[in-house]
């Protein structure tokens, strides 16, 4: 079956600039939530949605926002981007919220570089 | 708060030895979950296990093994007879799921696990 797809793979922006990334979770799967991960402060919780609802919020500021949509698919956009927002930025989906027997499933990850 | 500790940043060893990752983490929760995941070059996080806090058991599952102790905070993993395959960075995290807590994956900071030919 397909896994977690995230678009795009890579982005370049400059700072100021905003972006939007995308993730298609497992078919099935409601609950998505990204992650950011950086060589200094590794993995942290972005956010996580569950039946187009945000559930939980972790410590970002309000540049970063997403949403998800009524089949699942959900998007984080990052508005006036910094340099320290270079990341990569994963999502995991997951039928459950907690993760069920089978955890979370990431993607890939979006590969995002602000210069 | 939740805390995962993952002390071993960095690892390295010869094929087939055995190695363990060691993982400690610290909550006040009394029910949550405790994962282990695997980062291999191309980024993708890979789904290990999953544990949950009344379920002390150790598992096993072909070369890798886990013991989960409560008593020490500990979820430690153990490859036997590593493979230069394993070498990837290895990820614990913690998941509290009591009554007003956000669930969220606390990740340790990994461990990069080298497995040499």
């Known amino acids: 079956k397909a896994g977690v797809t995230q678009t795009p793979r890579y982005l370049i922006k400059t700072r100021g600039q905003q972006v939007t990334l995308s993730c298609s979770p497992i078919?099935?799967?409601?609950?998505v939530s990204w992650y950011q991960q950086t060589p200094g402060q590794g993995l942290q919780f972005l956010f996580e949605y569950f039946s187009e609802t945000q559930r939980n919020k972790g410590n970002f500021p309000g540049r970063f926002s997403g949403r998800q949509f009524s089949n699942s698919r959900s998007e984080m956009n990052v508005s006036t981007l910094e340099l320290g927002d270079s990341a990569l930025y994963l999502c995991?989906?997951?039928?459950?919220?907690?993760?069920?027997?089978?955890?979370?499933?990431f993607g890939s990850g979006t590969r995002l570089t602000v210069v | 708060a939740q805390k995962v500790t993952q002390a071993q940043t960095e690892i390295s060893v010869v094929e087939k030895e055995d190695v363990t990752l060691d993982c400690v983490y610290e909550t006040r929760d009394t029910t949550y979950y405790l994962f282990w995941y695997k980062q291999p070059p191309s980024g993708e996080l890979v789904f290990l296990i999953r544990?949950?806090?009344?379920?002390?058991q150790n598992e096993i599952s072909g070369r890798y093994s886990w013991n989960f102790q409560k008593s020490t905070s500990s979820f430690n993993f153990t490859i036997t007879a590593s493979q230069v395959v394993d070498s990837a960075v290895y990820f614990c995290?913690?998941?509290?799921?009591?009554?007003?807590?956000?669930?969220?994956?606390?990740f340790g900071s990994g461990t990069q696990l080298t497995v040499l030919p």
């Open positions: 544990r949950n806090s009344f379920d002390e």
């Open positions: 995290a913690l998941m509290t799921i009591s009554s007003g807590s956000a669930r969220q994956l606390t």
């Open positions: 078919s099935g799967h409601r609950s």
């Open positions: 995991a989906s997951s039928r459950t919220p907690t993760g069920g027997n089978y955890g979370y499933t």
